[in-house]
T-cell receptor
């Protein structure tokens, strides 16, 4: 079964600084990868997804992620963080045509310093 | 409003009592899911449904049951709540895209505390 590891439980960055959140996955076939964001008291919102093709994917709110098969990674990046980006971020891996085996990482909580 | 509505949003109950959480979606999605979110674990799948009256177990299904009598409603029941079921519960739905991949739409969550 697939699994997802987010090595950083909590990250603090200054507003305007760049951000990279790490995600490593384990999966035997081509993974379908996702990043979700959860603001306090809210559900999860899809930031971006990777299915195939270009390994650099663009998402909403200025986020991007790069799929690196050789490193089994799908790291999330943003060049300049805004205070409103403070939230919890979840990486997830799913399988084609198996809607019921999506696995989520434990999440990374992002704090943004003024 | 469109999207997914969960009720109640907050509930405190006592050990041994039954609890039902409701999920209502207006997306006409075929697939619906119940997850629980716990610190250090991310989201874990409890049960899912792939159509009216069609449900199956997920990763952490013990102590939970579900029912889906209509496309738009998916109920999660704890027959006899235990303290280990204190958690935040999320409902999600999905209508598989042409690519076959899985994009979930989530509700706002239901926080359950079992004393």
């Amino acid at each position: 079964a697939q699994s997802v590891t987010q090595p950083d439980i909590h990250i603090t960055v200054s507003e305007g600084a760049s951000l990279e959140l790490r995600c490593n996955y384990s999966y035997g076939a081509t993974p379908y990868l996702f990043w979700y964001v959860q603001s306090p008291g809210q559900g999860l919102q899809l930031l971006l997804k990777y299915f195939s093709g270009d390994t650099l994917v663009q998402g909403i709110k200025g986020f991007e992620a790069e799929f690196k098969r050789s490193q089994s990674s799908f790291n999330l990046r943003k060049p300049s963080v805004h205070w409103s980006d403070a939230a919890e971020y979840f990486c997830a891996v799913g399988a084609l045509y198996n809607n019921n085996d999506m696995r989520f990482g434990a999440g990374t909580r992002l704090t943004v310093k003024p | 409003d469109a999207g997914i509505t969960q009720s109640p949003r907050h509930k405190v109950t006592e050990t041994g009592t039954p609890v039902t959480l409701r999920c209502h979606q207006t997306e006409n999605h075929r697939y619906m899911y119940w997850y629980r979110q716990d610190p250090g674990h991310g989201l874990r799948l409890i049960h899912y449904s792939y159509g009216v009256k069609d449900t199956d177990k997920g990763e952490v299904s013990d102590g939970y049951s579900v029912s889906r009598s209509k496309t738009e409603d998916f109920l999660l029941t704890l027959e006899s709540a235990t303290s280990s079921q204190t958690s935040v519960y999320f409902c999600a739905s999905m209508d598989r895209g042409l690519s076959g991949a899985n994009v979930l739409t989530f509700g706002a969550g239901s926080r359950l505390t079992v004393l």
